[in-house]
């Protein structure tokens, strides 16, 4: 069986294929070479899912894979009255050009379909009161889409690090960790996708070598040491190429649910839950569902602390069982796993694999599992195996070290 196992590790280093793909179709498409070119990437979360809209702990990290955005501002002929202002955008993965103007940024969904994220982070920049430039830009990206891997917060990200650089918002101005409220601002308001923050924290917040802790209440990080390489690991990450089915109601539905039982148990979010009052919490709640719901945040996040208390450490290959556990409470719990899902995790946990789990949002998308980097190639192939058993489609994978977030790169 030929395995498409691509090396994820290494990173497009500035002249790599997608950001030449980006600068060149700047230039052809408005006759000029860009005034820069900037990227961010897509992530994989290690732990901590469904948490972040609960105020909890998440710890995703940045993949190879990254969303380029050549841009300019505008020419001066278009540089018009504040209110005539336009942003042009094109895409190499749609193949299309879009338009907007101010009007149409400010009101909120008159863009649809990818221009939305673009157009929602000129409308949460405008909306924070900052004011954004005119501008030409060229987008490309080898983000897989539909793969749960943020191809969205990858996209928002980019935009907002070109924009805010081109309009000379630098750090001191918009300090970089105010950033993801803002691309998830533009998610939640423009395009009216109700995510929580953690995809748009990890674009932007992620160090290379580094896993980010994050705090979804505080918004505080630590960069957590993920040396996978030293400690001769590697991340196997299998698309298991499940159709997404019913995502977008079933997370609002989930998000919905912990929201009641946090006002049921009188807390602000299910974070005021620590795992030792959970029995009792439970007791408190009406029904089998919304107690599985509240067992899965909490101790997910118990699980995420867990987590970075080895690997803080250097005990990267223990975190194995908890990967796992995350799992099963995903599965039985919070139940978004489905059977591609589950199948691509037990057969890699059978192949050798010190840990597996779902990562993203659910119903579909991707599995990592923590493998010793020369049984990548063993784990993928028995998850291979039980895909064929089963008769689903054949899955893809790669491997991935964590990279940098959101940044110039010319
Ligand atoms: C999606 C959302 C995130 C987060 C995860 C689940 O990726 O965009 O905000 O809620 O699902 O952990």
Not at 61 to 78: D, G, K, N, Q
Not at 120 to 141: C, D, F, Q, T
Not at 218 to 235: C, I, T
């Amino acid at each position: 069986m030929t395995l498409p196992l691509a090396d994820g590790g290494a990173r497009d280093s500035g002249a790599g294929p997608v950001t030449r793909r980006a600068h060149d179709g700047f230039r052809q498409r408005y006759g000029v070479p860009p005034a820069g070119v900037w990227a961010a990437p897509g992530r994989v979360n290690l732990i901590g899912e469904h948490t972040d809209y609960n105020d909890g702990f998440v710890l995703p990290f940045a993949l190879p894979h990254r969303t380029v955005v050549a841009a300019s501002l505008a020419e001066p002929a278009e540089q018009a009255a504040p209110a005539e202002q336009g942003w042009t955008v094109w895409s190499e993965q749609s193949g299309e050009e879009i338009a907007f103007n101010t009007a149409d940024a400010d009101r909120p969904g008159a863009v649809d379909g990818w221009g939305g994220y673009v157009a929602g982070v000129v409308w949460a920049l405008r909306e924070a009161g900052y004011a954004v430039p005119a501008a030409r830009l060229a987008i490309a990206s080898d983000v897989p889409l539909g793969a749960g891997l943020s191809s969205s917060a990858a996209l928002e990200a980019a935009v907002l690090t070109a924009l805010t650089d081109l309009g000379g918002l630098g750090p001191d101005r918009l300090p970089v960790d105010r950033r993801p409220a803002l691309a998830q601002r533009a998610e939640n308001g423009y395009a009216g996708v109700p995510c929580g923050i953690m995809d748009q924290s990890a674009s932007i917040r992620c160090r290379a070598g580094h896993a980010l802790f994050l705090d979804c209440r505080s918004l505080d990080v630590e960069h957590v040491p993920f040396d996978l390489a030293a400690a001769g690991l590697a991340v196997l990450v299998v698309d298991t190429r499940a159709p997404h089915r019913h995502v977008s109601g079933e997370y609002a539905a989930r998000r919905a649910a912990c929201e009641r039982a946090a006002g049921l148990l009188g807390v602000p979010a299910l974070r005021e839950v620590p795992v030792d009052d959970l029995p009792a919490a439970l007791d408190r709640l009406p029904d089998d569902p919304t107690r599985r719901r509240v067992r899965h945040v909490v101790t997910e996040n118990h699980r995420v602390r867990e987590t970075v208390t080895l690997l803080r450490s250097g005990r990267i290959r223990e975190i194995g069982p908890l990967l796992t556990a995350s799992h099963a409470s995903m599965r039985d719990d919070f139940e978004i796993t489905v059977p591609e899902v589950d199948v691509a995790v037990t057969a890699a946990l059978a192949g050798g694999a010190y840990g597996a789990r779902m990562t993203g949002g659910g119903f579909g998308g991707c599995v990592l599992a923590l493998v010793d980097a020369d049984a990548a190639d063993r784990v993928a192939a028995t998850v291979g195996a039980a895909y064929a058993e089963h008769g689903f489609p054949p899955p893809t994978f790669f491997t991935a070290l964590p990279c940098t977030g959101a940044e110039r790169i010319h």
